[in-house]
Protein backbone atom coordinates (compact mmCIF):
# COMPACT_ATOMS: atom_id res chain seq x y z
CA UNK A 1 0.00 0.00 0.00
CA UNK A 2 0.81 3.24 -1.09
CA UNK A 3 2.49 5.35 2.09
CA UNK A 4 3.36 9.26 2.85
CA UNK A 5 6.41 9.71 5.63
CA UNK A 6 7.43 13.11 6.80
CA UNK A 7 10.60 13.62 8.64
CA UNK A 8 10.14 15.86 11.31
CA UNK A 9 6.83 16.80 12.95
CA UNK A 10 8.09 20.25 13.60
CA UNK A 11 10.94 22.39 11.86
CA UNK A 12 12.27 25.82 13.16
CA UNK A 13 14.30 28.28 10.77
CA UNK A 14 15.43 31.80 10.86
CA UNK A 15 13.76 34.55 8.90
CA UNK A 16 15.74 34.17 5.68
CA UNK A 17 17.16 30.93 5.93
CA UNK A 18 16.73 27.97 3.89
CA UNK A 19 13.51 26.14 4.27
CA UNK A 20 13.39 21.77 3.37
CA UNK A 21 10.86 19.75 4.49
CA UNK A 22 11.31 15.80 4.24
CA UNK A 23 9.10 13.93 2.28
CA UNK A 24 9.70 10.07 1.32
CA UNK A 25 6.73 8.02 -0.52
CA UNK A 26 6.60 3.91 -0.31
CA UNK A 27 8.38 2.66 -3.11
CA UNK A 28 5.96 2.28 -6.08
CA UNK A 29 5.56 5.41 -8.12
CA UNK A 30 2.71 6.72 -7.05
CA UNK A 31 0.77 9.04 -10.13
CA UNK A 32 0.71 12.64 -8.41
CA UNK A 33 2.51 13.96 -5.86
CA UNK A 34 1.59 17.09 -3.76
CA UNK A 35 2.75 19.48 -1.17
CA UNK A 36 -0.59 21.49 0.75
CA UNK A 37 0.07 24.19 3.49
CA UNK A 38 -2.74 24.49 6.26
CA UNK A 39 -2.86 28.19 8.26
CA UNK A 40 -4.32 28.07 11.40
CA UNK A 41 -7.77 27.41 11.59
CA UNK A 42 -8.25 27.03 7.58
CA UNK A 43 -8.34 24.64 5.11
CA UNK A 44 -5.30 23.15 3.00
CA UNK A 45 -3.95 25.07 0.07
CA UNK A 46 -2.53 23.83 -2.60
CA UNK A 47 1.17 24.73 -2.84
CA UNK A 48 2.60 22.67 -6.15
CA UNK A 49 1.82 19.04 -7.67
CA UNK A 50 3.72 16.75 -9.47
CA UNK A 51 2.52 15.07 -12.25
CA UNK A 52 5.77 13.59 -13.90
CA UNK A 53 6.16 16.47 -16.21
CA UNK A 54 9.12 18.11 -14.81
CA UNK A 55 11.35 16.38 -11.55
CA UNK A 56 11.45 20.16 -10.23
CA UNK A 57 7.77 21.79 -9.52
CA UNK A 58 7.70 25.53 -8.70
CA UNK A 59 4.84 26.03 -6.58
CA UNK A 60 3.53 29.33 -5.29
CA UNK A 61 4.71 31.40 -2.42
CA UNK A 62 8.20 30.73 -3.80
CA UNK A 63 8.38 27.08 -2.85
CA UNK A 64 9.80 24.14 -5.13
CA UNK A 65 9.71 20.43 -4.93
CA UNK A 66 12.20 17.65 -6.51
CA UNK A 67 10.89 14.57 -7.66
CA UNK A 68 14.00 11.89 -6.82
CA UNK A 69 13.14 8.36 -8.04
CA UNK A 70 16.18 6.68 -7.00
CA UNK A 71 15.51 8.27 -3.32
CA UNK A 72 11.82 8.05 -3.67
CA UNK A 73 11.65 11.73 -2.65
CA UNK A 74 9.74 14.91 -2.79
CA UNK A 75 11.58 17.12 -0.27
CA UNK A 76 10.30 20.55 -0.03
CA UNK A 77 12.45 23.74 -0.40
CA UNK A 78 12.28 27.58 -0.11
CA UNK A 79 15.26 29.81 -0.84
CA UNK A 80 14.47 31.96 2.28
CA UNK A 81 11.94 31.97 4.71
CA UNK A 82 9.46 34.80 5.71
CA UNK A 83 7.70 34.82 8.90
CA UNK A 84 4.37 33.97 6.94
CA UNK A 85 5.56 30.76 5.88
CA UNK A 86 4.86 29.66 9.49
CA UNK A 87 2.33 27.10 9.04
CA UNK A 88 1.65 23.28 8.72
CA UNK A 89 2.90 21.68 5.39
CA UNK A 90 1.46 17.92 4.35
CA UNK A 91 3.51 15.62 1.65
CA UNK A 92 0.42 13.61 0.19
CA UNK A 93 0.17 10.67 -3.09
CA UNK A 94 -2.49 9.70 -4.77
CA UNK A 95 -2.77 5.53 -5.24
CA UNK A 96 -3.33 3.52 -7.77
CA UNK A 97 -7.22 3.05 -6.17
CA UNK A 98 -7.27 6.91 -6.96
CA UNK A 99 -7.30 7.73 -2.86
CA UNK A 100 -5.28 11.08 -1.61
CA UNK A 101 -2.85 9.71 1.48
CA UNK A 102 -1.43 12.73 3.35
CA UNK A 103 1.70 12.42 5.43
CA UNK A 104 1.80 13.22 8.73
CA UNK A 105 2.41 17.12 8.53
CA UNK A 106 5.22 18.98 9.01
CA UNK A 107 4.92 22.48 11.73
CA UNK A 108 7.17 25.36 10.32
CA UNK A 109 8.23 27.83 12.88
CA UNK A 110 9.90 30.93 11.00
CA UNK A 111 12.12 32.67 14.17
CA UNK A 112 12.95 36.79 13.59
CA UNK B 1 -15.53 33.16 -7.37
CA UNK B 2 -16.52 31.83 -3.72
CA UNK B 3 -14.74 28.93 -2.28
CA UNK B 4 -15.87 26.06 -0.63
CA UNK B 5 -18.26 26.67 2.04
CA UNK B 6 -18.62 24.32 5.06
CA UNK B 7 -21.40 24.56 7.57
CA UNK B 8 -21.73 24.69 10.57
CA UNK B 9 -18.15 25.62 11.45
CA UNK B 10 -18.24 24.64 14.94
CA UNK B 11 -20.69 21.41 16.79
CA UNK B 12 -21.10 19.72 19.86
CA UNK B 13 -22.43 16.67 19.93
CA UNK B 14 -22.93 13.73 22.18
CA UNK B 15 -22.06 10.51 22.35
CA UNK B 16 -24.60 8.07 20.53
CA UNK B 17 -26.14 10.95 18.68
CA UNK B 18 -25.56 11.72 14.61
CA UNK B 19 -24.21 14.51 12.79
CA UNK B 20 -24.77 15.48 9.26
CA UNK B 21 -22.08 17.97 7.76
CA UNK B 22 -22.44 20.08 4.89
CA UNK B 23 -20.18 21.32 1.97
CA UNK B 24 -20.86 23.69 -0.78
CA UNK B 25 -18.22 22.90 -3.48
CA UNK B 26 -17.00 26.01 -5.91
CA UNK B 27 -18.94 26.96 -8.71
CA UNK B 28 -19.09 24.37 -11.31
CA UNK B 29 -16.84 21.82 -9.58
CA UNK B 30 -18.34 17.97 -9.62
CA UNK B 31 -16.40 16.42 -7.02
CA UNK B 32 -16.29 16.45 -3.56
CA UNK B 33 -13.86 14.36 -1.34
CA UNK B 34 -14.44 14.56 2.57
CA UNK B 35 -11.54 14.02 4.87
CA UNK B 36 -11.11 13.99 8.78
CA UNK B 37 -8.33 15.23 10.59
CA UNK B 38 -7.27 14.36 13.93
CA UNK B 39 -3.62 15.09 16.06
CA UNK B 40 -3.40 11.52 16.19
CA UNK B 41 -4.36 10.20 12.89
CA UNK B 42 -3.54 13.27 10.26
CA UNK B 43 -5.42 14.00 7.73
CA UNK B 44 -7.49 10.45 6.20
CA UNK B 45 -9.51 9.87 3.28
CA UNK B 46 -13.28 9.59 3.83
CA UNK B 47 -14.82 9.54 0.71
CA UNK B 48 -14.87 11.07 -2.91
CA UNK B 49 -18.39 11.84 -4.73
CA UNK B 50 -18.43 12.68 -8.65
CA UNK B 51 -21.68 13.28 -10.29
CA UNK B 52 -23.71 12.54 -6.89
CA UNK B 53 -22.06 8.75 -7.42
CA UNK B 54 -19.61 7.79 -4.57
CA UNK B 55 -16.00 6.69 -6.44
CA UNK B 56 -13.68 6.36 -3.58
CA UNK B 57 -14.26 5.33 0.26
CA UNK B 58 -11.14 5.64 2.97
CA UNK B 59 -11.20 2.84 5.47
CA UNK B 60 -13.69 3.97 7.63
CA UNK B 61 -17.15 2.45 9.26
CA UNK B 62 -20.28 2.35 7.84
CA UNK B 63 -21.50 5.13 10.98
CA UNK B 64 -20.07 7.13 8.19
CA UNK B 65 -22.07 7.76 5.25
CA UNK B 66 -21.99 10.40 2.44
CA UNK B 67 -23.77 11.90 -0.55
CA UNK B 68 -24.08 14.63 -3.09
CA UNK B 69 -26.81 16.20 -4.44
CA UNK B 70 -27.62 17.24 -8.32
CA UNK B 71 -26.32 20.65 -7.98
CA UNK B 72 -22.89 19.14 -6.68
CA UNK B 73 -23.51 20.03 -3.15
CA UNK B 74 -22.37 17.64 -0.42
CA UNK B 75 -23.37 16.24 2.84
CA UNK B 76 -21.82 13.86 5.21
CA UNK B 77 -23.50 12.06 8.03
CA UNK B 78 -22.02 10.31 11.10
CA UNK B 79 -24.15 8.05 12.86
CA UNK B 80 -23.99 6.85 16.73
CA UNK B 81 -20.99 9.53 17.58
CA UNK B 82 -17.87 8.11 19.44
CA UNK B 83 -15.17 9.93 21.30
CA UNK B 84 -12.96 9.12 18.60
CA UNK B 85 -15.26 11.34 16.17
CA UNK B 86 -13.76 14.41 17.50
CA UNK B 87 -12.02 16.01 14.35
CA UNK B 88 -12.10 18.74 11.65
CA UNK B 89 -13.71 17.55 9.22
CA UNK B 90 -12.57 18.89 6.00
CA UNK B 91 -14.26 18.98 2.30
CA UNK B 92 -12.59 19.98 -0.94
CA UNK B 93 -13.90 20.11 -4.04
CA UNK B 94 -12.45 19.44 -7.75
CA UNK B 95 -13.41 19.73 -11.10
CA UNK B 96 -13.21 16.21 -12.09
CA UNK B 97 -12.21 13.39 -10.53
CA UNK B 98 -9.31 14.23 -7.24
CA UNK B 99 -7.17 12.37 -8.75
CA UNK B 100 -6.77 14.51 -11.90
CA UNK B 101 -7.31 17.75 -10.77
CA UNK B 102 -7.10 20.29 -7.78
CA UNK B 103 -8.55 19.88 -4.77
CA UNK B 104 -9.82 23.30 -2.95
CA UNK B 105 -9.87 23.10 0.79
CA UNK B 106 -13.08 24.96 2.79
CA UNK B 107 -12.17 25.57 6.47
CA UNK B 108 -13.67 22.60 7.63
CA UNK B 109 -16.50 21.73 10.70
CA UNK B 110 -14.91 21.25 14.05
CA UNK B 111 -17.10 18.96 15.65
CA UNK B 112 -16.80 17.90 19.22
CA UNK B 113 -18.48 14.46 20.89
CA UNK B 114 -18.62 14.76 24.71
Known amino acids: AQSVTQLGSHVSVSEGALVLLRCNYSSSVPPYLFWYVQYPNQGLQLLLK??????LVKGINGFEAEFKKSETSFHLTKPSAHMSDAAEYFCAVTTGGFKTIFGAGTRLFVKA | KAGVTQTPRYLIKTRGQQVTLSCSPISGHRSVSWYQQTPGQGLQFLFE???????NKGNFPGRFSGRQFSNSRSEMNVSTLELGDSALYLC?????????????FGPGTRLTVT
Open chain 2, 92 to 104: ASSKGLAIEYEQY
Open chain 1, 50 to 55: YTSAAT
Open chain 2, 49 to 55: YFSETQR
